[in-house]
């Protein structure tokens, strides 16, 4: 495989943790804003240097002759595969093109669709990304299923919140949702890596996003990621779209409504990311804010 020292300089690839304003927060991502000429695999190996869950790779969108304005292809890689989506990447992503080109509207052509995205300013002056999923949806999940992914975790059936049953997620990338039944459940996560990561592969999942709910609004997630070569996601936003799918398909979040997430505080990288709700449109919109990595 081509070194990627020979692909980019290294000042070509940025650094930014999403969904924090604290360096050491979030969930750190790799960004390079000019991928152009770039085959998948020397991304991949580039990806694979930086050693994020993700790196995204984007390329201006040209219209006719010259590039349209806020207007990229974007392709996201993990250390080991290429992956459909990436919430927090594109945050990341999304503010470091806002640091160049200022806030406002882009556009992120993906591999599941185009995804918009929204850049503006908080009032301490923190630049904050909103990206609008493509549309949501959710599928039960087989008794089978739950109880392989339960012994691969280590947790027992009666771990789980019946308030909230297991379903797979979608918004952009899939997800199995387990929801614990208490915080103390959700801090000790131990689990089988080839194993989980062997059941999510031959289930196309990205991650599992292990939810406990403490109030009507407010979750704290955690999202083992081992078909990426990682552990642990400290911010996924893709599964905060899905969960915030699955809430309102449920029926246990009535739209309009803003759901606060607590990730990465059992890693050590507190983040918080919000999911709004709207009335009459099936999309979800994720938001965070997001700082380069010095």
């Not at 924090?20 to 750190?28: E, I, L, S, Y």
């Not at 994020?52 to 974007?74: I, Q, R």
């Amino acid at each position: 495989m081509t070194s990627p020292s020979t692909v980019l300089p290294p000042a070509a690839v940025l650094r930014y943790a999403a969904f924090a304003t604290d360096p050491a927060g979030g969930n750190p991502a790799g960004v390079v804003l000019d991928a152009t000429g770039l085959s998948a695999g020397q991304m991949l190996a580039v990806a694979a240097e930086v050693g994020y869950s993700e790196t995204a790779f984007l390329t201006p969108v040209a219209a006719d002759t010259a590039p349209a304005e806020g207007v990229y292809t974007v392709r996201y890689y993990s250390p080991l595969m290429e992956v459909p989506f990436c919430g927090h990447a594109t945050v990341a992503a999304a503010v470091a093109v806002a640091e160049q080109h200022g806030p406002g509207q882009y556009v992120f052509s993906t591999a599941v669709g185009e995804v918009p995205i929204e850049v503006g300013r908080d009032e301490d002056g923190a630049l904050r990304a909103t990206l609008t999923s493509v549309p949501p949806h959710t599928e039960e999940a087989t008794a089978a299923d739950v109880a392989q992914a339960l012994a691969l975790l280590g947790w027992a059936a009666e771990d789980l919140d019946p308030a909230l049953p297991p379903r797979f997620a979608y918004a952009g990338s899939r997800h199995l949702v387990l929801a614990a039944a208490t915080r103390a459940r959700l801090a000790d996560l131990a689990y089988d890596f080839d194993g989980l990561a062997a059941f999510m592969t031959e289930r196309n999942l990205i991650t599992l996003q292990l939810v406990w709910r403490e109030d009507a609004h407010t979750f704290h997630v955690r999202d083992p990621f081992p078909v990426g070569g990682v552990v642990e996601d400290p911010a996924t936003g893709a599964a905060a779209a899905a969960l915030g799918a699955y809430l309102r398909e449920l029926g246990a979040v009535a739209p309009p409504a803003v759901l606060t997430l607590h990730q990465g505080v059992d890693l050590g990288r507190p983040g918080v990311l919000l999911v709004e709700l709207r009335e009459g449109d099936p999309r979800v919109r994720v938001s965070g804010a997001a700082v380069a990595i010095p």
